[in-house]
């Protein structure tokens, strides 16, 4: 692992193999591990950068809000901290895909190809961003464990939550571990994220949509819908997958990175 300080913060980064980049960007409230199977298999023929954002993981957490552009212009950062020079292909799931977005609008020049996994492009209804803002008071005052046991069960599919597989445990565990000024600080900056559909048209790079089959956060439908407003989009769904499907079948997930990607 590297900490690398990028303006006020420092954050937290593995970097693993040698070739193209290919950063990982991970959900929310989450850290870099959720990629650990992706950062396994595919470092043999890529560059593989996978970050804790601002207040995840080891990374260090600004209190407030904290916004998707932010994100993004944190992730571009780092790269340039990185010394990658080559344009990316930037994977995001879910939070990590809002983030995605905000990157393609403001750091095309940095992006060769996108991976949107189990993510959204509508914003919140105000009614959501208002529960939203309110769950951001409730953690801040009394800590994430009611958050992240409501988040549980919509996370995984119910083939993983019944069979117990070690990664379930394993997310539950690094989201107590997250700040709960952290959480608060994505919840508000989630709250007020752009709607991207308007958008969708007008990216032009090579993308990759990956959805589990059992998502209820980002479902089939609506990120099959996603694929097809966008001008080079393929779509792949996820066997026996929620919204976690790089950890819940990392098999498939992989194998639709690697189809995609040119050289790994
Ligand atoms: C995530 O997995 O990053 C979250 O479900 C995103 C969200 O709350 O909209």
Not at 1 to 21: A, E, H, Y
Not at 190 to 205: C, G, S, W, Y
Not at 212 to 228: L, N, R, W, Y
């Amino acid at each position: 692992m590297k900490r690398i300080s990028i303006g006020d913060i420092t954050l937290n980064v593995n970097v693993s193999g040698q070739g193209r980049p290919l950063l990982l960007v991970h959900g929310f409230p989450l850290d870099h591990t959720m990629w650990r199977e992706q950062i396994d298999e595919l470092s043999s023929g890529c560059r593989v950068i996978a970050p804790d954002l601002r207040g995840f993981g080891k990374s260090d957490v600004t209190e407030g809000k904290v916004t998707m552009q932010q994100l993004a212009d944190d992730v571009a950062a780092l790269l340039k901290a990185l010394q990658v020079d080559q344009p990316v292909t930037f994977c995001g799931l879910s939070m990590g895909g809002y983030v995605a977005w905000q990157f393609c609008l403001r750091h095309s020049k940095m992006l060769e190809r996108l991976i949107l996994c189990d993510t959204r492009a509508v914003a919140d209804t105000q009614e959501i961003a208002e529960f939203r803002l309110e769950t951001a008071e409730q953690v801040a005052r009394d800590g994430s464990t009611r958050l992240i046991e409501n988040m549980m069960g919509k996370l995984f599919a119910d083939e993983s939550l019944s069979n117990s597989r070690e990664f379930v445990e394993h997310t539950r565990q690094v989201m107590l571990a997250t700040d709960p000024a952290g959480i608060a600080a994505a919840l508000r900056g989630m709250a007020e994220r752009p709607d991207m559909r308007n958008h969708l048209k007008d990216i032009h790079v090579p993308t990759l949509i990956v959805c589990g089959e059992h998502d209820v956060i980002s479902p089939p439908e609506e990120m099959q819908e996603i694929a097809s407003q966008m001008v080079h989009a393929d779509y792949v769904e996820i066997a026996a997958a929620g919204h976690m499907a790089p950890l819940e079948n990392s098999l498939a997930v992989n194998t639709a990175i690697r189809e995609f990607l040119p050289v790994v």
